[in-house]
T-cell receptor, first 115, second 112 residues
Framework: DTGVSQDPRHKITKRGQNVTFRCDPI?????LYWYRQTLGQGPEFLTY????????KSRLLSDRFSAERPKGSFSTLEIQRTEQGDSAMYLC?????????????FGPGTRLLVL | KNQVEQSPQSLIILEGKNCTLQ??????????LRWYKQDTGRGPVSLTI?????NTKSNGRYTATLDADTKQSSLHITASQLSDSASYIC???????????FGRGTSLIVHP
């Protein structure tokens, strides 16, 4: 499978716990994005990486959120001290730049439920 | 402010019928516009992409149109199938940012 993969697909946690999600992009893609999506809404941008450099972070990304892409390949998104409002689908997407019209390819998402 | 508005919010049609989804945007300067299909519980999948110079692009039963002057796009689905039931998201790139602007999507339900 050469698509974007995410792990886990589902996560249920108790409020206050820490969670970590992983994203494996398409192998030659140098750009990686994280989005959050709640029911009935479009994806909301959280952050993106160009290779290992984190170039932009949304104001939605509070201090409890941190993302890394240490070797410019896979990425992790950690949420500390989870809150019920963090319940959402977390989507990862990758793209190749420069490239033809930079199409982002999305993974299947990690659905988080905070109890 | 870069914005993408989609209409209708939801749509129910009978199998075999056609439908058209709308997207209006304020993103400027404009780079390109994509339509994505998102099945329930899955990530979005790209259907079409159009740049400033393109008016129409087709992908099977999906046809997207773009009017860059009025900043409007539409996605027309012909002879709908049950598998077309999904959310359709309009995404516009440009506006001086690498981050595209997403619409909220139109939820389409195709009934047998």
């Amino acid at each position: 499978d050469t698509g974007v993969s995410q792990d886990p697909r589902h996560k249920i946690t108790k409020r206050g716990q820490n969670v970590t999600f992983r994203c494996d992009p398409i192998s030659e893609h140098n750009r990686l994005y994280w989005y959050r999506q709640t029911l009935g809404q479009g994806p909301e941008f959280l952050t993106y990486f160009q290779n290992e450099a984190q170039l932009e972070k949304s104001r939605l990304l509070s201090d409890r959120f941190s993302a890394e892409r240490p070797k410019g390949s896979f990425s992790t998104l950690e949420i500390q001290r989870t809150e019920q409002g963090d319940s959402a689908m977390y989507l990862c997407a990758s793209s190749l730049v420069p490239g033809h019209e930079e199409t982002q390819y999305f993974g299947p998402g990690t659905r988080l439920l905070v109890l | 402010k870069n914005q993408v508005e989609q209409s209708p919010q939801s749509l129910i049609i009978l199998e075999g019928k056609n439908c058209t989804l709308q997207c209006n945007y304020t993103v400027s300067p404009f780079s390109n516009l994509r339509w994505y299909k998102q099945d329930t519980g899955r990530g979005p999948v790209s259907l079409t992409i159009m740049t400033f110079s393109e008016n129409t692009k087709s992908n099977g039963r999906y046809t997207a149109t773009l009017d860059a002057d009025t900043k409007q796009s539409s996605l027309h689905i012909t002879a709908s199938q049950l598998s077309d039931s999904a959310s359709y998201i309009c995404v516009v790139s440009g506006g001086g940012s690498y981050i595209p602007t997403f619409g909220r999507g139109t939820s389409l339900i195709v009934h047998p």
